[in-house]
């Protein structure tokens, strides 16, 4: 089974600054099958990004994913205050598994 | 508009059986991989198993292997997820999610969710 690391654990940030969250994989990913989603209290997960860096429907462009193997990156340009929220990034290459999580808030 | 609605919060004993429900609509139920996906309180999200409903071709977690079986009826567009002897560990939340389709990298992501059902497990 393929662990994902998520870091940080939170991200403590300000409206308006740069978001830079790290997802690291045990083993390397086949053909960068590596999402990202966001999910906010109370409500179910929504992806934002798929195949590493592909945005996912209706995603804005703020929001972008990197990397490849067994590192990989979501940044957030600019946050905007709905930003504010727990991130997962999950690998589907084989045998499915998230991430822990990191959670981004408002500083 | 795809939707997946799942049925609603449970409170059972250990020991006690249950079945959970995702009904979908607005796309073709056979032709989607159906997942489900555990949430413990305050804690992350964990891939339990999905479902290709069109032959009812099951995989699951090795943590899951076992422990929850998943179904699906096509002439209702549901999926299930059931247990045979609740523990108080199954308290958690449960989302279904439908597994993306399109171009290859895509496969395997979760891009239409459930609202989640809450099962609480308590004496």
């Known amino acids: 089974e393929i662990v994902l690391t998520q870091s940080p654990g939170t991200l403590s940030l300000s409206p308006g600054e740069r978001a830079t969250l790290s997802c690291r994989a045990s083993?390397?990913?086949?053909?960068?099958?590596l999402a990202w989603y966001q999910q906010k209290p109370g409500q179910a997960p929504r992806l934002l990004i798929y195949g590493a860096s592909s945005r996912a429907t209706g995603i804005p462009d703020r929001f972008s994913g990197s990397g490849s193997g067994t590192d990989f990156t979501l940044t957030i340009s600019r946050l905007e205050p709905e930003d504010f929220a727990v991130y997962y990034c999950q690998q589907y290459g084989s045998s499915p598994t998230f991430g822990g999580g990191t959670k981004v808030e408002i500083k | 508009e795809v939707q997946l609605v799942q049925s609603g919060a449970e409170v059972k004993k250990p020991g006690e059986s249950l079945k959970i429900s995702c009904k979908v609509s607005g796309y073709s139920f056979t032709t989607y991989w159906i997942g489900w996906v555990r949430q413990m309180p305050g804690k992350g999200l964990e891939w339990m198993g999905i479902?290709?409903?069109?032959?009812?071709?099951?995989r699951y977690s090795p943590s899951f292997q076992g422990q929850v079986t998943i179904s699906a009826d096509k002439s209702i567009s549901t999926a299930y997820l059931q247990w045979s002897s609740l523990k108080a560990s199954d308290t958690a939340m449960y989302y279904c999610a439908r597994r993306a389709q399109g171009v290859a990298t895509i496969e395997g992501s979760f891009d239409y969710w459930g609202q989640g059902t809450l099962v609480t497990v308590s004496s």
């Open positions: 083993q390397s990913v086949s053909s960068s099958y």
């Open positions: 479902i290709y409903p069109g032959d009812s071709d099951t």
